[in-house]
């Protein structure tokens, strides 16, 4: 259905996420890439295509019409939109909640690297064992 979301695809910062695993901001990750209207503080909607969503939700989209609380509609290629100014993002009915949470979820375990040096205590021990099983290997 959708991709997990990439979080190395660009320089996350811990806020950010913390906000994607913390807050329904993965939801509207998981939303890249697909038609849908936001609806302003303003009293504005937006209709287009969501493009990217960073981790504090900020959203660009594409090919969007915008109509002001008068119902005037202007078109535009990129639109950037900030948190602050999002009163609801409309979900698409096709899509299922739930089953995009869960996959975002599951797809954004991070593997912290080991950070650990290895001791010349456990290089020696680590280098005895190779040799026992070497010459194991040889009796046989």
Known sequence: ????????????????????????????????????????????SI???ISRVDGFMNIDMDDVIFRDALGNEYCFEQFFVRHRNI????????????????????????VKPDKRKITFKQFRALKYQQETVRSLGKTK
């Open 47 to 49: 209709a287009g295509r």
């Open 87 to 110: 009163r609801y993002v409309h979900i698409p009915k096709e899509l299922n909640c739930m089953e995009l949470i869960q996959e975002n979820i599951s797809g954004m375990r991070r």
């Open 1 to 44: 259905m959708t991709e997990p979301i990439h979080l190395n695809t660009r320089a996350s910062t811990k806020k950010e996420l913390f906000f994607y695993h913390n807050y329904l901001t993965g939801l509207i990750k998981a939303l890249e890439g697909e038609y849908t209207v936001i609806d302003l503080r303003n009293e504005s």
